[in-house]
């Protein structure tokens, strides 16, 4: 240790006056010198849990992160906070890479970053052995575990790190894993470790998941009328649906961009760097985007389709509200998105058990998706968190109405047995609603399904509804959809029960739609500011951009939107007084302060 205290580091290096949740235990436990297990959602604070601690030991504090593009940022905000920060990774020219590997060995740095494929190199395993060692601190640490969401088998090699180096700390540090992958970053990573568990609830993000039908349209509707000039992330399965969503946002004159690991490397860098320099962009990309966004102001996280488990979408949607600000998660889903993931893992070159555990986590996304009952109650319960309702999701707001569809069901599953029966093979969803519907289309009269009993049974219901009760038939695995045979329609073994009467099914159906920004969104939100403030807040703003553009990083590394929002409303008139105001540190002072206090006097 070197003196220095937790409290101190705190309040003169990142211009807080109190910790957070249980992160001056972490910090206790790792200056110490023990491991820890943190789960922390995104935006909870999870990087000063081992920031502070490798300012308090001697030695460079190593982070271990697979945020190769990010790591200049995340450094650069450690500098404008007077942190003796550096990354090491491919981007850097061979003599800045040297220079950064001198000052490890002389001991002039208090953090450095590696991308495990680095760190796993033996010549960089070298290099640590010559330094003084504070900690290690891994990042997203759930890519250690086969069985999570984002597994990369380099992060099963970072057992190296307690072999090579037992007596150095480490902190693995995660917002998304459930329990069997909370155990194994314990057994891959640490040892004798303290787990550390927050709250998953992040409640000024707003849930909402509606029916997909014309799914660009919505979006469209979703931006425009609710987040308009906003930051924002649009997440879409196929690397086309992101370019041609991205052209149809800008036809409609919303600044919007595409990234995807397909594009050149030079645009998709260019459109990263754009989003998180300028003030309300938004990205349109692929899940190759996102891990690690430090942009605090994401006002909305939109999914075009459904992820493939609630590890995914909660990691996705935490992107937004970072800064406590309200903010939507919102998602459109169909029956096309069930089948399309089920597809993906049944053509997996994976084992069966890494199978049945994806097929699990799909069934619980589903689950989300097609609940009647408070969204944020189903999220946190699968994170083992009890919760009561949030009054703050699209369920809660708008409560679904929930009826008894078991006649309607036996209709529909009634159909796609005749139809198979008669056709000898079977057919895909928009035929069988034709014949539930009695539309005489070609096809109908080419199979003679006009005969069937069934043909017509369903034509005082809408095809929309049909369709959402075919959805929720799937979901709840009484019918399969063989993709590999054009998308037919089959019956599942537990259908039997419902066509027996044994079985109840009941539709969820919402008649209205209430639109987010109709209602005061819950959580901690900025305070409304008086003329003079937002005039002052105003000016802040555009003198951050000033300053970040001449610095050449994004608004936020100079000053979040909250440390501007305190000074527009405490007008402080001195350098004393601007210390009271969050996020204002000792090196943050002596370089804006003056400037600051310009500002505010007029």
């Known amino acids: 240790m070197n003196g220095r205290t937790a409290q101190s580091v705190l309040r003169e290096v990142f211009g807080y006056s109190s910790f957070r949740g249980f992160q001056r235990e972490v910090i206790d ?44 940022d995340q450094v650069a905000a450690l500098r404008e906070l007077g942190v003796r920060a550096a990354f090491l990774n491919s981007t850097l020219p061979p003599r800045q ?90 057994e891959r990573l640490l040892v004798d470790a303290r787990m550390f568990v927050a709250s998953f609830d992040r409640p000024n993000i707003r849930y909402r998941i509606v029916e997909k039908r014309e799914p660009r349209e919505q979006l469209l509707r979703f931006i425009s009328e609710e987040h308009p000039g906003e930051a924002g992330i649009v997440y879409a399965l196929a690397r086309h649906t992101v370019e041609e969503v991205a052209r149809f946002l800008v036809a409609h004159g919303i600044a919007a961009a595409a990234y995807h690991a397909g594009m050149d490397a030079a645009a998709r860098t260019e459109n990263q760097r754009l989003f998180k320099a300028e003030e309300g962009r938004v990205i349109v990309a692929t899940i190759a985007f996102g891990m690690g966004i430090d942009k605090p102001d994401v006002r909305f996280v939109a999914h075009l389709d459904m992820p493939k488990s609630i590890e995914g979408y909660f990691q996705e949607t935490g992107r937004a509200g970072r800064d406590g600000a ?192 109709s209602r005061p969104a819950k959580g901690t939100t900025a305070a409304a500011l008086d003329p003079a403030a937002a005039e002052l807040f105003d000016r802040l703003r555009a003198w951050r951009g000033q300053v970040a553009r001449s610095r050449g990083v994004p608004a936020y590394v100079v000053l979040h939107d909250s440390t501007l929002q305190a000074i527009a409303q405490a007008r402080p008139p001195s350098i004393e007084a601007l210390r009271s105001i969050p996020g204002l540190g000792e090196r943050r002072l002596a370089n804006y302060g003056a400037q600051l206090l310009a500002l505010v006097s007029g």
């Open 97 to 186: 890479a040297a220079a950064v590997e001198a000052a490890m060995r002389r001991g002039e740095l208090d953090l450095v970053y590696l991308a495990p494929e680095r760190l796993l190199a033996e010549r960089c395993q070298r290099l640590l052995d010559e330094c003084q060692i504070a900690l290690f601190a891994i990042d997203e640490a759930h890519c250690v575990s086969q069985w999570g969401h984002d597994f990369r088998p380099e992060y099963g090699q970072l057992a190296v790190l307690r072999e090579r180096w037992p007596d150095v700390p480490r902190i693995a540090l995660t917002a998304t894993a459930d329990v069997p992958t909370r155990r194994e970053i314990v």
């Open 326 to 517: 309200a903010a939507d998660a919102w998602m459109t889903y169909g029956l096309a998105d069930v089948v399309q993931q089920r597809r993906l893992i049944e053509m997996s070159e994976a084992d069966d058990a890494y199978k049945r555990l994806s097929m699990a986590k799909l069934d619980a996304m589903l689950g989300l998706a097609e609940a009647a009952d408070c969204r944020r109650v189903r999220l946190l319960a699968y994170f083992g968190e009890a919760s009561a309702p949030c009054g703050n999701c699209d369920n809660c707001l708008s409560p679904p109405q929930v009826r008894d569809a078991s006649d309607d069901a036996r209709k529909l599953l009634s159909c796609i047995y005749r139809c198979r029966q008669a056709g000898g093979f079977g057919f895909a969803a928009t035929h069988v609603i034709d014949v539930l519907r009695g539309r005489l289309t070609d096809k109908v009269q080419r199979f003679g399904h006009d005969r069937l009993s069934t043909f017509g049974v369903g034509a005082d219901v809408p095809e929309a509804d049909w369709r959402l009760l075919l959805r929720q038939l799937v979901a709840q695995h009484l019918v399969e959809v063989d993709h590999q045979r054009f998308n037919v329609l089959r019956l599942a073994e537990a259908s039997r029960a419902v066509l027996r009467g044994e079985r109840r099914v009941e539709l969820r159906h919402r008649p209205v739609t209430v639109r987010g920004k």
């Open 29 to 72: 436990h790792v200056a110490a010198g023990g491991d820890a297990l943190v789960l922390m959602p995104t935006g909870g604070g999870k990087s000063v849990c081992y920031q502070i601690p490798a300012l308090l030991r001697r030695g460079v504090g190593v982070v271990v992160s697979p945020l190769i593009a990010l790591m200049a």
